[in-house]
């Protein structure tokens, strides 16, 4: 029966294409513009680390000695990060600092290049399952001795050696060498998680948190050595005796993430914070003992707000416009429909039942969604190919992945369903004896 009433939907659809092609605009227009939006809403608010994130817990100590008892500053001061990172009570524990640091490389004749590094310790790497290409992470005994070691991202290696394995390998990192032991995989975390932070001061402005990972990445230690005093604070209680030299200033900027593989951890952890934060407190260090946080990694993102303000309203404008187009498809399906009254009388009066010619119409209004999902996907194929050529962080790896694709034919189909329920109904309800006396 399905097959003849799609039959029937096909025949229809051709006997009133100037119709049937504005349903199938409307439709497609709608589900272009709705699932553009969706998708960069799904792809700017998934889990960066599925299967891991649910272990990966970002702690804060309010360690102002100014602190009023609200939120605690997002990063820590460095004695205090360092305490908690070498107390070795988390499964892994990583510090994470950023600064720019001025690169040549030796080997080639590339002009210096300024550009972003990651300071963190060795357990980075495995905690956020980064991937190698080449080589591997440094060890803790480098942490320890302050090994003159790097890792590099694919595009720098890309730039600078076309590619190539450039494990051993030397770059100059401000006038100090260092090898490089390590380059990564393309790796695109979305958003740069373990670099979000401040998002609560962003007023939605959160583009930035899509940004691309950096492309050296040092221990930390060996950055204080050889890039000190090109550290920048995220806020100070005091002036800094000296700019960019932080590790004895009063000012807050290092960040410790740790993973704590079960619940017992957690809570270990949680209160290993509160004695440690009363020990500081009992030597006039901190004000308050009890202003803590442990935000489990999507608490984290969802706290900074990570999705960016813009692409929530265009989100719900899209929606708002896929309502529009469907009002209008339900308009178009009701004149549709009830111009072939007198049809429709003569197959109640040849024994039709209202549910048969209700579901006949419903397959027709189907037929239709399926038409106009296919525009869609095209229209939403367009759309998020003129994302990408915007000049915004997340702009290259906005795509349509499995899941948006087959999210794109089911709500069309819906749509389409939903708009063709009042009409169908309608229909459905037509007396065929007044319609017999018209014909």
């Known amino acids: ?149 790097a890792v590099i991202s694919s595009d720098l290696n890309e730039k600078l050696f076309a590619g190539g394995n450039s494990v051993g390998r030397t770059l100059r990192l401000r006038g100090k060498d260092v090898r490089i032991v390590g380059v990564l995989a393309p790796w695109r975390p979305s958003p740069l998680f373990y670099d979000v932070r401040g998002g609560r001061f962003a007023n939605g402005d959160t583009a930035e948190f899509y940004s691309r990972p950096e492309d050296v990445i040092t221990p930390l230690d060996t950055a204080l050595e050889i890039n000190d005093g090109n550290f920048q604070q995220f806020t100070c209680w005091g002036m800094p005796a000296t700019p960019g030299h932080l590790q004895n200033s009063p000012c807050v900027w290092v960040a410790l993430w740790v993973q704590l593989g079960d619940a017992a951890k957690v809570a270990a952890y949680r209160r290993y914070l509160d004695d440690y934060a009363a020990t500081q407190k009992a030597l006039g260090r901190i004000k308050l003992a009890d202003n ?40 178009l399906l009701l004149a549709k429909f009830l111009r072939r009254g007198g049809e429709i009388g003569l197959r109640r009066a040849l024994g039709a039942t209202r549910k048969t010619v209700f579901a006949q119409y419903l397959v027709e209004a189907g037929v239709i969604g399926i038409v106009g999902g296919v525009g869609g996907l095209l229209l939403t194929l367009l759309g998020l190919a003129l994302v990408r050529s915007q000049p915004v962080p997340y702009a290259d790896f906005i795509h349509l992945d499995t899941s948006m694709f087959l999210a794109t034919f089911a709500l069309s189909v819906g749509v389409s369903l939903v708009a063709g329920m009042l009409p169908a109904l309608r229909a459905s309800l037509v007396e065929p004896a007044l319609q017999l006396k018209v014909i």
């Open 292 to 331: 803590n946080r442990m935000r489990s990694l999507m608490e984290w993102l969802d706290f900074n707000g990570v999705v960016p303000n813009d692409v929530k309203l265009q989100t719900m404008l899209a929606f708002a416009f896929l309502a529009i187009c469907l009002c209008n498809v339900v308009g």
């Open 1 to 149: 029966m399905l097959g003849y009433y799609v039959e029937l939907a096909l025949r229809n659809m051709k006997r009133s294409k100037m119709l049937t092609a504005l349903m199938v605009l409307a439709i497609a227009v709608g589900i272009g513009a709705s699932m553009t939006t969706l998708t960069v809403m799904h792809l700017l608010s998934g889990d960066p680390l599925p299967g891991r994130s649910q272990h990966l817990y970002y702690p804060q100590i309010d360690v102002s000695p100014e602190s009023k008892g609200r939120e605690p500053y997002d990063v820590m001061d460095y004695r205090t990060a360092v305490d908690l990172w070498r107390s070795h009570r988390a499964d892994r524990q990583a510090l994470v600092v950023n600064s720019p640091v001025k690169l040549e490389a030796p080997e080639t004749r590339l002009p210096p290049l300024m550009l972003p590094m990651l300071s963190t310790t060795t357990d980075f790497f495995a905690m956020f399952d980064v991937p190698f290409r080449y080589g591997h992470g440094w060890s803790a005994a480098d942490d320890a001795a302050r090994a003159r070691v």
